[in-house]
C-alpha cells in the first residue's frame, strides 16, 4: 500500500508544482513583477491568492508522513483516498481557481489524469484488501 501512497503522492506533487507554477503567473502579471523563488515561497504561504493550493500541499505532507513512517503508525487509506479524490474533482464545490486552472492549460488535465489514476490503483488495492 505504501509503494501506491508514494506514487499518489509523487503525481499530486507533479500536479501541484504546474498548478503553483500558474499561479505564480498570475500573480507576477497581476502585480508587474518578477518574483524570485524565495518570494514565491512567502506568497505560497501567506498570500490570499495561493490559498486554494494549501489543500494540496497538506494532503502531500499526509502522504510522506504516512509513506516515511518506519514505525508504521496506522492511518485510514480509505479516508486519505476519499480527501484526494475530493481534492481533484472536477464538480461545483470545487474551487474556482482549480477549474479556471485546469481550462487555462491543457497539459494539466494529463497529470490530472496521472492522479486520477494513482488514486484508482490505491482505490483497488484497498478494495481487494475488503474482498
Do not use: C
Amino acid at each position: 500500500m505504501k509503494l501506491l501512497l508514494a506514487h499518489l503522492g509523487t503525481t499530486l506533487l507533479k500536479l501541484h508544482r504546474e498548478l503553483l507554477q500558474y499561479q505564480a503567473l498570475l500573480a507576477s502579471k497581476q502585480d508587474q513583477r518578477e518574483y524570485t523563488a524565495y518570494d514565491l515561497l512567502k506568497l505560497s504561504i501567506s498570500d490570499p491568492r495561493f490559498a486554494w493550493l494549501r489543500k494540496y500541499s497538506d494532503l502531500i505532507i499526509q502522504i510522506d508522513i504516512i509513506t516515511d513512517d518506519k514505525k508504521n503508525t496506522p492511518f485510514d487509506p480509505h479516508a486519505l483516498a476519499a480527501t484526494v479524490k475530493k481534492a481533484i474533482a472536477i464538480e461545483q464545490d470545487q474551487t474556482t481557481e482549480f477549474v479556471r486552472a485546469l481550462k487555462s492549460e491543457s497539459s494539466f488535465m494529463l497529470t490530472l489524469g496521472l492522479v486520477r489514476k494513482a488514486l484508482m490503483d490505491v482505490e483497488a488495492a484497498l478494495q481487494s484488501e475488503i474482498n
